[in-house]
């Protein structure tokens, strides 16, 4: 059952960090084969280009650094994107990999009736957001639906992934929250991972 984690922040030693790397740690553990894509630290370009749109109209792949990620999650089960919030979504960065990555040939096609056709069935989707604010807050404003909506409707059920754990790291700054949070999240998608339905 291997897994991908994607990472989508610059710096090595922010606690999104930390949380990718611990949950490598226990997956590992577990006898999961990990592979971690760190998008900021391996240089990806997020940017949706010309030629990224014309790939996308005609169904076909031209870009190297398209395929190779394509290639990634093609050798997967399991996607865990550990992602910090950011203005109440995930990063540009992040957006913009899954802008030039899930595209139409790959992700999903087209019927002739314009149905979207989803093709990422075989590969369950986790997230493992961190936020720097509490629970409440996240309720108080409506987030935790839309985010809901934006990420695991609006991406995951558009390509036919399966909803794994979504398990959110809430008040990060706190260092006294931070930690059990950590631990708590990190546990969670481990344990979907590595659960009946995962093993």
């Not at 949950?23 to 553990?29: A, I, V």
């Not at 996308?56 to 031209?62: D, R």
């Amino acid at each position: 059952m291997p897994t991908l984690i994607v990472t989508a922040h610059p710096d090595q030693d922010s606690l999104t960090h930390a949380a990718a790397q611990l949950l490598r740690e226990r997956l590992e553990g577990a006898g999961v084969n990990v592979e971690v894509a760190h998008l900021a630290q391996e240089g990806f370009d997020p940017r949706f280009s010309a030629n990224d749109r014309a790939d996308y109209k005609g169904g076909s792949i031209t870009g190297s650094d398209v395929v190779a990620e394509q290639e990634r999650l093609d050798r997967a089960t399991d996607v865990v994107l550990v992602l910090p919030v950011f203005w109440w979504s995930m990063p540009a960065l992040l957006k913009g990999w899954i802008d030039r990555v899930f595209i139409t040939g790959w992700a999903f096609e087209l019927g002739e009736d314009e149905r979207v056709l989803p093709k990422l069935g075989g590969l369950t989707a986790h997230l493992l957001p961190v936020s720097g604010f509490s629970e409440a807050s996240f309720a108080r404003h409506g987030y935790a639906e839309s985010f809901s909506t934006q990420i695991e409707h609006g991406i995951f059920d558009y390509c036919g992934m399966p909803r794994g754990a979504k398990a959110l790291i809430h008040e990060s700054e706190d260092p006294d929250a931070a930690g059990p949070a950590l631990e708590a999240a990190v546990e969670q998608v481990a344990a979907a991972v590595t659960g009946p339905s995962g093993a």
